[in-house]
């Protein structure tokens, strides 16, 4: 069975331009959730989706947004970069919605804001 | 609002050593707990899920223990190997009130086993 895959996995933009990545999940998997890892701050929940539907949204601004497909495909997008968007962007995929088992994820995509 | 923390942030052993990471968090009431392995520019990859009614999980040579009440977990690691450096993730799972995936993480515990 094939694992979460993220593409693209590097990617350089310039402040001001904007950004989408996507991320597959294992297939059967319905949840999908989308982290951002940065040195400072570790890892933080920007949001999930199940079934179309955002469930749960972390404390970013706006410029985040993300949407899911009935494939359970998900995108991420970041609009007007800036520099401290600079981060690992991880995505996770679970069977269902918070049931007791664990979250797989994705390799990541590496951003970097110039 | 819940904050993990994660002592020591780096450890640096010998081969063979046996050795405990540590992970605290602020409010007890958790859904469960995941201790995660991140390899250098790598995904996570989940190593053990405590629920907050058990008290340890065991895979091989890792045992994870969690104390609820007191907030606080640890990742035990026997006979550590070269294989085990990485930055081991502690998470919980706040209680589930809805269906949610949301996870609080730790900033992590940098492993370096030396050969």
């Known amino acids: 069975k094939a694992g979460v895959t993220q593409t693209p996995r590097y990617l350089i933009k310039t402040r001001g331009q904007q950004v989408t990545l996507s991320c597959s999940p294992i297939s059967g998997h319905r949840s999908v959730s989308w982290y951002q890892q940065t040195p400072g701050q570790g890892l933080q929940f920007l949001f999930e989706?199940?079934?179309?539907?955002?469930?749960n949204k972390g404390n970013f601004p706006g410029r985040f947004s993300g949407r899911q497909f009935s494939n359970s495909r998900s995108e991420m997008n970041v609009s007007t970069l800036e520099l401290g968007d600079s981060a690992l962007y991880l995505c996770?995929?679970?069977?269902?919605?918070?049931?007791?088992?664990?979250?797989?994820f994705g390799p990541g995509t590496r951003l970097l804001v110039l | 609002k819940q904050e993990v923390t994660q002592i020591p942030a780096a450890l640096s052993v010998p081969e063979g050593e046996n050795l405990v990471l540590n992970c605290s968090f602020t409010d007890s009431a958790i859904y469960n707990l995941q201790w995660f392995r991140q390899d250098p520019g790598k995904g996570l990859t989940s190593l053990l899920l405590i629920q907050s009614s058990q008290r340890e999980q065991t895979s091989g040579r890792l045992n994870a223990s969690l104390d609820k009440s007191s907030g606080r977990s640890t990742l035990y690691i026997a006979a550590s190997q070269p294989g085990d450096s990485a930055t081991y993730l502690c998470?919980?799972?706040?209680?589930?009130?809805?269906?949610?995936?949301?996870?609080?993480f730790g900033k992590g515990t940098k492993l370096t086993v030396n050969p």
């Open positions: 989706y199940f079934s179309e539907t955002q469930r």
């Open positions: 996770a995929s679970s069977f269902t919605s918070g049931l007791p088992e664990t979250q797989y």
């Open positions: 998470a919980v799972k706040k209680e589930w009130w809805g269906g949610s995936e949301k996870l609080v």
